[in-house]
């Protein structure tokens, strides 16, 4: 990022840490003791990917796309902070650069 003071910044909401979640569409056991839970569900994941593997049908699971959301700063990446100037005491700056919030980002901020 350059320190040219008259380049503003807005808010960026970024996706971050995609992951994929695969769960049985039904309860594996009703034995609530983790031990037994736990190697009841890798022997089942075993077995999807054998059957993904092998067959061209899609698996009777419930399969989720999870990700969490982080409001960045759209110059330099930094978490989404503002300050006010110590100056002037009317200026919005990022908390993480210093750069000026531009007026749209400081309206939608709310």
Known sequence: MT??????????RQSIHPFITVEPGVRLSFDYE?????KLMVAWAKELQAFLRGHT???RAIVTVNHDLHDMCSGC???WEVMVDG????????ASC??????T????AD
Do not use: F, W
Not at 3 to 11: A, G
């Open 98 to 103: 210093g750069q000026p919030v531009s007026e």
């Open 57 to 59: 049908e899609y698996p």
């Open 34 to 38: 983790p031990k037994r839970e736990l």
């Open 3 to 12: 320190e040219n003071n008259s380049q503003h910044v807005h808010r960026v």
């Open 105 to 108: 980002a400081e309206a939608r």
């Open 87 to 94: 100056d002037d005491r009317t200026t919005i700056l990022c």
């Open 77 to 79: 990446g930094g978490p």
